[in-house]
């Protein structure tokens, strides 16, 4: 409406006819206002809807990607990584799962109390026929109760014999005194063929000798807990040093990117100095060329920095189990000497603890040779008889209907003394024990085993800082010198002195100094975290007669990947054109080493 307002007012002013009045000009002016005002309003309402419209989906990627970066330290990164692991997880689950195995061996040496309870209801009995009468029926008399036909002394003489006559009728016809069937056995307290059956018991049983096979089982049991717990901390130890490790291989690749985005730099400031010298005719159309194909070179270099930056921070939230898409700052450096993890004394890397006996494989091959002779104990006792005694105690009812009473109930208790001893299983002990002296024989090798892979770990850990503090010592003063080189070569360069060669020379040399410290740093804190953790940490090196002949070949193979490079590029004409790209790639492939 503005530039509508302009062009009209524009073209009014100059058109070719008759100046308009005053009046007419700010009637005018006022009805163009009014439409711009009208036309302004129209698109205003039109456009909030798309407005709020936009502002409705907000999706959780948005959002988190809209938050700052969330400030992490290696001390924070740790304990993360400790309230989150899967790995901490499960072994904590083995040290429950083991003390339940304690729970189950020891439970021999108690008592073992059950109660129960139960009611059985007979439909139909063989006692019911077994128990009935196969003679004449006895002759009818009255019915019972017998006793109801007697009468006291103050009955006349006739009623009392007439009373004893049917007494007699009474009981020759099968009637008791008390009204109660004398054909047959009282079913109310014996339970043969009885309708109705509770039974209220408690029974119990103790084990007197079992020949070694409790205190095998309790010896294994207690063997395994023990193992689990060292298990525990030991992957509470390797956890950390992973963090570590993934820490700081994110804070490296930082490094990493920043060195080569300053290289690319350096190239692109070099390519503008040779356009003006270019321009004004200093320098020839061939170190234009090379001054443009080295940033070309650079710009892979860098590309391939950042991805191996986003792998490095992938690779420490998934430890950290946070999300993918959530932003993080890492604010420790790689070259922080006092940072550590938090429970590692990094005073222990200076004199470390490389007893074999003290490293945790060998503690667990340890506990697992007991666990194995508990085992055999076990299986060795199959041939000693057992003595157990139990006892049982029941309360039995038999109603004829309804629920009983409690003088219903008669005792019933019994003690048993038992023995037991196998006599022919078909070679099943044998069997078994065979096994188990095998099982031992192999938790002994193991244990061999662990104690020269723990010597031989504990010499690489120990070589390792050596050669990291070394490396790190020998580069304190390279960078600044490059630096300083670099300076010099750039100002011998703007003045003509020196030839672009020399300048790329000497940049590469700074990238190398620069790429060398921090990878040189970052290999010391992680060999000192490795160092002061040792004791706790699983087996790290690999025994010496399973893979050296494949990582003779590794060391091979990679020696001959950093040749060809190298080959490559020293043949050419232009020796600035291949030169920033193998000394550019270094950074690189320092980072992808360390993932």
């Not at 014996?190 to 309790?218: A, C």
């Not at 992957?235 to 700081?248: E, F, I, P």
């Not at 930056?309 to 993080?328: C, D, G, H, N, S």
């Amino acid at each position: 409406p503005a530039n509508s307002i302009q062009i009209m007012t524009q073209s009014s002013a100059t058109d070719g006819r008759a100046p308009c009045s005053s009046r007419r000009v700010a009637r005018t002016m006022a009805a163009l206002a009014a439409s711009a005002a009208i036309v302004a309003a129209i698109v205003a309402a039109c456009a909030a809807p798309h407005a709020l419209g936009a502002q409705e989906p907000v999706t959780h990627a948005d959002s988190v990607a809209a938050t700052t970066p969330q400030p992490i330290s290696l001390d924070d990164a740790v304990r993360i990584a400790q309230d989150r692991s899967q790995v901490v997880r499960i072994a904590n689950n083995a040290i429950m799962r083991a003390k339940g195995g304690q729970y189950q061996a020891r439970s021999g040496l108690f008592p073992q109390l059950n109660a129960s309870a139960n009611y059985t209801r007979t439909l139909a009995s063989q006692f019911a026929s077994a128990f009935s009468s196969s003679k004449p029926s006895a002759p009818a008399g009255p019915p019972g109760p017998c006793n109801q036909y007697l009468f006291n002394g103050d009955s006349s003489q006739l009623a009392r014999v007439a009373g004893l006559e049917n007494y007699a009728r009474c009981t020759v016809a099968g009637n008791s005194a008390s009204g109660a069937s004398t054909g047959g056995i009282d079913f109310s307290k014996v339970g043969f063929g009885s309708k109705n059956g509770y039974t209220l018991g408690l029974s119990g049983s103790q084990n007197l000798f079992t020949g070694g096979r409790l205190s095998g089982l309790i010896a294994s049991a207690n063997a395994t807990q023990r193992s689990a717990r060292i298990e525990l901390s030991a992957q509470q130890a390797q956890l950390k040093l992973d963090v570590t490790s993934a820490y700081y291989d994110a804070a490296l690749s930082d490094r990493l990117l920043s060195i080569a985005q300053s290289s690319l730099k350096q190239t692109q400031d070099l390519l503008k100095q040779t356009q003006l010298q270019q321009k004004v005719g200093n320098t020839s159309e061939f170190d234009l060329l090379r001054a443009q194909v080295s940033v070309s070179n650079q710009l892979p270099v860098v590309i391939q920095a950042q991805s191996a930056r986003q792998v490095a921070y992938l690779k420490l939230k998934q430890l950290l189990r946070l999300p993918f898409e959530q932003r993080i700052a890492l604010t420790t450096s790689v070259e922080d000497s006092t940072a550590a993890p938090p429970g590692v004394d990094l005073a222990r890397a200076q004199a470390p603890d490389t007893l074999t006996s003290h490293r945790a494989p060998v503690r667990e091959a340890n506990e697992a040779v007991l666990a194995q002779k508990g085992q055999l104990k076990v299986a060795r006792s199959e041939r000693i008889p057992t003595l157990a005694v139990s006892t049982a105690y029941s309360r039995l009812a038999y109603p004829s209907s309804g629920l009983p009473s409690l003088a219903d109930f008669h005792p019933n208790w019994t003690v048993t003394l038992t023995t037991s001893f196998p006599i022919f299983l078909g070679g099943r002990i044998r069997g078994d024990q065979m096994i188990a002296e095998s099982n031992v024989r192999d938790a002994q090798a193991r244990l061999e085993q662990a104690r020269d892979g723990a010597a031989l770990d504990s010499r690489v850990a120990l070589n390792t800082l050596t050669q990291a503090e070394a490396t790190l010592a020998a580069s304190a003063g390279t960078a600044a010198q490059a630096q300083r080189a670099y300076e010099i070569a750039e100002v011998r360069f703007k003045e003509g002195i020196s030839t672009q060669l020399e300048l790329n020379d000497t940049r590469n040399q700074l990238a190398q100094a620069l790429v060398n410290r921090a990878q040189a740093s970052r290999d010391v804190q992680v060999a000192r975290v490795r160092l002061a953790l040792l004791p706790d940490l699983p087996m790290q090196t690999p025994t010496a007669g399973q893979t050296n002949l494949s990582q003779q070949q590794q060391a091979q193979q990679q020696q001959t990947q950093q040749q060809a490079p190298a080959q490559s590029t020293q043949p050419a004409g232009g020796a600035g054109q291949g030169t920033p790209s193998a000394g550019g790639a270094s950074p690189t492939g320092s980072s992808g080493n360390n993932q």
